[in-house]
């Protein structure tokens, strides 16, 4: 059975940076394609970056394109998520999910094989 653990998050000042992690076990992460959700206090979850399970195919939510990189190392079997340039809005909590088949095109968190517990992202001066 597949395991997810985000670490990374943690609290930061506006314009700086975190990388959050995703370490996978129990089944190769290379079958799914990957996706960074989040959700923010009395706000519905909201799809951040999904990559495919190639990692040829990627996508972003426009709130954070440019800012936000996803990938992915299948010999280690971790996602990251790279923030950069971090604005109080992306306060949330941070959810990877390992994706199957194409459902990352749309990603939406639909066809989600498994999630991992979270891991808090607060950005505030």
């Known amino acids: 059975q597949l395991q997810l653990v985000e670490s990374g998050g943690g609290l930061v000042r506006p314009g700086g940076s975190l990388r959050l992690s995703c370490a996978a076990s129990?089944?190769?992460?290379?079958?799914?394609?990957i996706g960074w959700f989040r959700q923010a206090p009395g706000k519905e979850r909201e799809g951040v970056s999904c990559?495919?399970?190639?990692?040829?195919?990627?996508n972003y939510a426009d709130s954070v394109r440019g800012r936000f990189t996803i990938s992915r190392d299948n010999a280690k079997n971790t996602v990251y998520l790279q923030m950069n340039s971090l604005k109080p809005e992306d306060t949330a909590v941070y959810y990877c999910?390992?994706?199957?088949?194409?459902?990352?095109?749309?990603?939406?968190?639909?066809?989600?094989?498994?999630w991992g517990q979270g891991t808090q992202v607060t950005v505030s001066s």
């Open positions: 999910a390992a994706l199957y088949g194409s459902s990352w095109t749309r990603c939406d968190g639909t066809d989600a094989g498994s």
């Open positions: 129990g089944f190769p992460l290379d079958y799914f394609g």
């Open positions: 990559m495919s399970s190639s990692g040829d195919g990627r």
